[in-house]
């Protein structure tokens, strides 16, 4: 079967760094999202991989290997506003994304 | 990146009733538009993919007849949740694609519906 595994949640220190793990089974692959939602709100778009290697985009990073099924998100210089739940989601043959139950990110002062 | 609105944020009803969702892509045309729910603390559960003019394709399990999804125009999608019920309550969150899958899918802001 198709699944995303990633911690259910996670508590960093404001102004440190945290990553966020995601391992994935899908039949097929065309590719891993990252996204973040805020409680009550929709979630919006933070990365998107299809080959592997790491993807800087900011205070956030985003690494694939997908021999290993696996992704991280990488998040630097913690902010209070990043409190958080990130979603890890595979692509799979189909082009149907498969969801992760997200990663409920705690930032303590 | 693209605007997708949502529409109502929020909305109470009465169990027995209809309630209907709008998704309209404000700056794009939306040729699939993706309709998921999310209960608390789980993973959002893709309902359906709809396409532009065609019948909508349900996920296994969701009843069609209960929820109706029209995509009559390629900026706007519309689901009706029929006859609701309080196990309806949830969060339910759209996304539209001016491409093929999901590569290009921007999400709405989400509905959050309360059947009492």
């Known amino acids: 079967g198709q699944n995303i595994d990633q911690p259910t949640e996670m508590t960093a220190t404001e102004g440190a760094i945290v990553q966020i793990n995601c391992t994935y089974q899908t039949s097929g692959f065309n590719g891993l999202f990252w996204y973040q939602q805020h409680a009550g709100e929709a979630p919006t778009f933070l990365s998107y991989n299809v080959l592997d290697g790491l993807e800087e985009k900011g205070r956030f990073s985003s690494f694939l290997s997908r021999s290993k099924g696996y992704s991280y998100l990488l998040l630097k210089e913690l902010q209070m506003k990043d409190s958080a739940s990130y979603l890890c989601a595979a692509m799979d043959s189909n082009y149907q994304l498969i969801w992760g139950a997200g990663t409920k990110l705690i930032i303590k002062p | 990146g693209a605007v997708v609105s949502q529409h109502p944020s929020r909305v109470i009803c009465k169990s027995g009733t209809s309630v209907k969702i709008e998704c309209r892509s404000l700056d794009f045309q939306a040729t699939t538009m993706f309709w998921y729910r999310q209960f608390p603390k789980k993973s959002l559960m893709l309902m359906a993919t709809s396409n532009e003019g065609s019948k909508a394709t349900y996920e296994q399990g969701v009843e069609k007849d209960k929820f109706l999804i029209n995509h009559a125009s390629l900026t706007l999608s519309t689901l009706t949740v029929t006859s609701a019920h309080p196990e309806d309550s949830s969060f339910y969150i759209c996304?539209?694609?001016?491409?093929?899958?999901?590569?290009?899918?921007?999400f709405g802001q989400g509905t959050r519906l309360t059947v009492v």
């Open positions: 996304s539209a694609s001016s491409g093929q899958g999901h590569t290009e899918a921007f």
